[in-house]
């Protein structure tokens, strides 16, 4: 077989060179040219998965692997760095998120080359070269006012779980045989090829969270990945971990399943809670009334299809023997204003509290203030212990109906919630658009998913003819485009003309009305997204 031909289109990165080197190119088009086809074949399935469901109006339990679910096995131990993840932050690994993440005390560092991660190119290897530099302690330096940045000594630094790009996304900027590379290889194999024999040199490993999975045959393919890297490399299979996102409604009802094509490198499964909520929308946009979510901020983890969603995925790890991870928490803090402090820092304790009581073994924070508050949380329940994976939870039953009783989520939707829609799509779609994929939006860091939740929302209520509760409006495409030219006009008042001009708030405006409004849904904002990015 011909060697493959590697094109890099992209331009020039500081430092590039060291991460884009033969080697390592060699090693990614490996990965493209053996996994691709197989990774472009699930995809389409993913398709067929969603017109099923709009013609049935249903999800269910898979028939052909009940003997997966009903049998006894667990997955491999989780190695001595991952055995305590009590307290985990996330967050993109540009310079300065590297080393706060590193030193804020949280157990694991979630460095996010997905949803909190813009995917300019500038980004996707500048944040690979940030990494390297961590190992090698050589990440500090100080910003233009004079304010450094160091890492603490290495025994006080967070455990690094990098989360590659999803199945979904390509990477155009870098072509295999003239096609363009996978983005989720392309972060996969640059950061194992240049970091695996560095990470396991200091006492660590290759560990990695998965994105926007939704099929056991999808953690194959994973899995297959895995091993055919360690192989290559000369590292022993097992020695990469995996913890899988719970984001999508037809992962949820394989949970069993994915942990067992995983299970020599599966270390947990997360609740990626608003994602999942955005795959809700996706998956059954056609399926009528019963499936309309109210407005975003009504939905809590204390609805019951949600605590259906979150108690299956804490009993399933238990009995598998893997860590459960808690969603998001994404209050920012304030350090201005005391009272908006106190209620802020106590959405999150309550938040905390009610993840470890329910058996999780973890959770994610997305500021270091909130480190502490999560560590607290979990301290009161587990004490000394690393986990909980004693608490097998044998009084859940989950059912499919209960993982699809959208309604139980009861709330309404209103103009408050439209106009928050609008505004957070907007908002963060221009930081986006201008590399920034952690962005603060009316008090909470948002990322990718609340974006696609706010826009799959709005297009969710056109096409249902949603009434407003609070002015009988209905929600259309003409109130939805008069919205978004208000909420521009009050932007540019609010920045100024000059400030708003520099910005990118036309390509913003056109996404988000692509996105939201086109009577074709867009199974992900960032596809067409990509195509604006530098």
Not at 360 to 375: I, K, N, Q, T, Y
Not at 379 to 391: E, F, I, K, S, T
Not at 392 to 401: G, I, K, L, N, S
Request: charged share 25%; aromatic share 8%.
């Amino acid at each position: 077989m011909t060697a493959p031909v590697v094109t890099v289109t992209g331009g020039p990165v500081p430092r590039g060179e060291e991460i884009l080197t033969t080697d390592a190119l060699r090693f990614v088009a490996d990965l493209q040219r053996r996994f691709g086809g197989r990774r472009t074949e699930l995809l389409a399935k993913r398709r067929e998965k969603y017109a099923e469901i709009a013609r049935t109006g249903r999800l269910d339990f898979l028939p052909e692997t009940r003997g997966i679910r009903e049998a006894d096995w667990t997955v491999a131990e989780a190695p001595p760095k991952l055995r305590d993840r009590r307290v985990e932050i996330t967050g993109p690994a540009d310079r300065k998120m590297t080393i706060n993440a590193l030193n804020s005390g949280a157990k694991v560092w979630l460095a996010d080359f997905e949803d909190a991660s813009a995917p300019t190119w500038h980004n996707v290897i500048a944040h690979q070269r940030n990494l390297v530099d961590a190992y090698e302690r050589r990440v500090d330096f100080a910003t233009a006012e004079g304010k450094e940045y160091r890492l603490k000594p290495d025994d006080e630094l967070a455990t690094v779980v990098m989360r590659p790009r999803g199945w979904h996304l390509d990477e155009r900027h870098v072509l295999v045989d003239g096609t363009p590379v996978s983005g989720a290889l392309l972060d996969f194999g640059l950061y194992f090829f240049h970091n695996a024999a560095r990470l396991l040199a200091r006492g660590s490993g290759p560990y990695f969270y998965l994105p926007k999975t939704e099929s056991h045959l999808e953690a194959r393919l994973w899995n297959d990945v895995f091993n055919h890297a360690q192989d290559v490399l000369g590292i022993p299979r097992g020695t990469i971990r995996a913890t899988v996102l719970i984001e999508t409604i037809p992962a949820a009802f394989e949970m069993d399943e994915i942990l067992y094509e995983l299970r020599d490198h599966a270390s947990g499964l997360n609740a990626g809670r608003w994602d999942y909520l955005f795959s809700i929308v996706k998956n059954f946009r056609d399926a009528g009334e019963a499936f309309v979510l109210p407005d975003r901020n009504a939905v809590t983890m204390t609805a019951p299809f949600m605590r259906a969603y979150t108690e299956l995925l804490v009993k399933t790890c238990h009995r598998r023997g893997a860590y459960a991870i808690g969603g998001m928490s994404a209050v920012i803090p304030s350090r201005r204003d005391a009272a908006a402090n106190a209620a802020a820092l106590a959405k999150v304790r309550d938040d905390k509290d009610r993840e470890a009581d329910d058996g999780f073994d973890g959770s994610w924070v997305a500021h270091p203030d909130l480190v502490p508050v999560c560590r607290a949380a979990f301290d009161a329940v587990l004490g000394d212990r690393p986990h909980q994976l004693d608490r097998q939870r044998p009084d859940v039953e989950v059912t499919a109906d209960d993982l699809l009783d959208v309604a139980s989520a009861g709330g309404s939707t209103t103009s408050g919630g439209l106009h928050n829609a609008v505004g957070v799509g907007l908002r963060y779609l221009e930081a986006w658009l201008r590399g920034h994929g952690a962005v603060a939006v009316f008090g909470l860091m948002e990322d990718v998913a609340t974006a696609e939740i706010s826009r799959s929302q709005v297009w969710q209520w056109v096409h249902n003819g949603v009434v407003l509760s609070d002015t009988g409006e209905k929600v259309t495409t003409e109130l939805v485009r008069r919205l978004v030219t208000e909420e521009l006009g009050s932007l540019r008042e609010e920045f100024g003309d000059t400030a708003f001009d520099g910005g990118r708030w036309a390509d913003a405006r056109d996404l988000f009305l692509k996105v939201a409004l086109a009577d074709d849904f867009a199974d992900f904002l960032t596809v067409p997204g990509c195509a604006l990015l530098d």
